[in-house]
């Protein structure tokens, strides 16, 4: 009955374009994400990666472009007159609910405590009561390994287990989606493996994910489509093979020469 | 001749301590309404229209620049000639003191919001709150911490700052203290009792101020 329906890929991306006063960040970015995929996207500092994600979730408005999430347009409707306007502010945040964000810096609420952290978007955004949220954020606490720092407040865990608990925060909400942005890049090297671990271990139980990353390696073995960007453009986009081994793209292969000789 | 007429204090420190009450009563009024306004300024210092922003900049330049004495004349004096309206020295010594305050504490709020990194706000709008319920569940709550210590710092610069309005006519601490210092020709003990009325009402807000920004940190 379902057979030959047309799936709506999880993520849609149409000519997007993000300037910055006179910085011209994204120059015409189409791209789409089929659910359950992992998508890394790799690329120079400054090159637009992070404005793209937070494009994404609409923390940053891009200026021209569409983005459909499920097949919903973020950001803006289309008004009875048929003219294109904001879209109501509720709809953005509804969206946003179902995406998750990880941040280079964790972006932990250091005056709630590591269950807090995680409990609150479910009790002031979902309305669930607040034992059922305690439930739900101890299961994911579980699951990235730091239940027992369950009351701690952030500022006394390390690097790698606030990105956990990130992670943990972003995923209570059971989001459709999972973003992010250099989510390793701030951690000590012997930190990164614990994140990656998690971020693993979401691919395999099929989470969509958007992976900006500098990690070559996990963009490598989890990753089921690369995307090269630079300079505000999609310059190459492939399987990961594709891209680390028979690339014929010379910027693409300029730039791993310097990613993977550091 | 005596060195320190203890009498003359006995005789007259209910008189001043009427006085000392006026004075707090006056600045904490000032107070309520200066944070109250400061809170609307900050606000406008801080959002995306360029009009509101500039004006609400230019308003904080002007209280903090404009001396209080020049205020309380202009607004007293100057004011009712312009619009035909008098005004109670009480009303102008309250709006004076709130309006010269609520520039300081504009900015103190407008730090303390801006002290919460972008970050954590960021965090909250990717999870789906509301601009609302950032600032309530997240932002407030530590920029309140924040702002504690610096209220209560201008709580004391205004208990001083308060014996300005007797140019209007209101008969606080230091007005009653000068007409004393004339009547019973003894300035020396008058003002001694005087400056004490000030210390102690200046040290027990501290007190209370750092009991408050205590009780914060520990707390959370």
Not at chain 1, 110 to 137: C, D, G, M, Q
């Amino acid at each position: 009955m379902t057979e030959g329906k047309i799936e709506v890929p999880m993520i849609k991306v149409e000519d997007l374009y993000k300037s910055f006063g006179d910085l011209e960040v994204l120059k015409g970015i189409d791209m789409e994400v089929k659910k359950g995929e992992v998508i890394c996207i790799i690329g120079a500092s400054g090159s637009g990666k992070s404005t793209f994600l937070k494009c994404l979730n609409y923390l940053e408005e891009p200026d021209s472009g569409n983005i459909y999430i499920d097949g919903e347009l973020m950001g803006r409707r289309k008004r009875r007159d048929g003219k294109m306007v904001k879209a109501h502010a509720k709809d953005v945040y509804r969206m946003r609910a179902e995406m998750g964000m990880v941040f280079q810096l964790f972006n932990l609420w250091p005056h709630r405590s590591v269950l807090e952290n995680v409990t609150e978007a479910l009790i002031t955004v979902r309305k669930i009561k607040k034992s059922n949220a305690i439930k739900t954020a101890e299961h994911f606490l579980d699951k990235v390994g730091l239940i027992d720092k369950m009351d701690e407040k952030p500022a006394f865990l390390s690097g790698g287990q606030q990105q956990r608990v990130a992670i943990a925060r972003a995923l209570a909400m059971r989001p459709k989606i999972m973003m992010f942005d250099e989510a390793t890049s701030a951690l000590d090297p012997q930190l990164v493996g614990e994140v990656l671990e998690v971020m693993e271990e979401l691919a395999k139980e099929g989470m969509t994910m958007v992976v900006v990353t500098h990690e070559m390696g996990f963009a490598r073995h989890v990753g089921d489509r690369v995307v090269f960007i630079d300079e505000g453009v999609i310059e190459e986009e492939n399987t990961p093979e594709g891209i680390f081994t028979n690339s014929k793209n010379p910027r693409t292969k300029e730039f791993l020469s310097k990613v993977l000789h550091a | 001749m005596e060195f320190f007429d203890i009498n003359v204090l006995r005789e007259q420190y209910g008189y001043l301590a009427i006085g000392a009450i006026y004075t707090l009563g006056l600045t904490s009024l000032s107070m309520l309404f200066g944070i109250s306004i400061g809170i609307i300024i900050s606000q406008g210092r801080m959002t995306k229209n360029i009009f509101i922003r500039s004006i609400s900049s230019v308003y904080v330049d002007v209280m903090r620049g404009i001396p209080l004495l020049i205020l309380l004349i202009w607004f007293f004096y100057g004011l009712p000639m312009l619009i035909d309206y008098s005004f109670s020295p009480l009303f102008a010594g309250v709006a004076c003191l709130s309006l010269k305050y609520s520039g300081y504490l504009a900015e103190t709020f407008r730090a303390g919001i801006q002290a919460i990194e972008k970050g954590q706000s960021e965090a909250s709008f990717s999870l789906g709150f509301s601009k609302l319920q950032n600032l309530r569940r997240i932002v407030i709550p530590q920029a309140f911490r924040i702002v504690i210590p610096p209220i209560g710092n201008s709580f004391v610069s205004m208990l001083q700052d308060s014996s300005m309005v007797m140019i209007v006519g209101i008969w606080e601490l230091m007005k009653r203290g000068n007409s004393l210092a004339n009547s019973t020709l003894k300035p020396f003990e008058i003002y001694t009792a005087v400056g004490a009325f000030y210390l102690i009402m200046a040290i027990s807000a501290s007190r209370i101020n750092r009991y408050l920004e205590r009780r914060l940190k520990l707390v959370r």
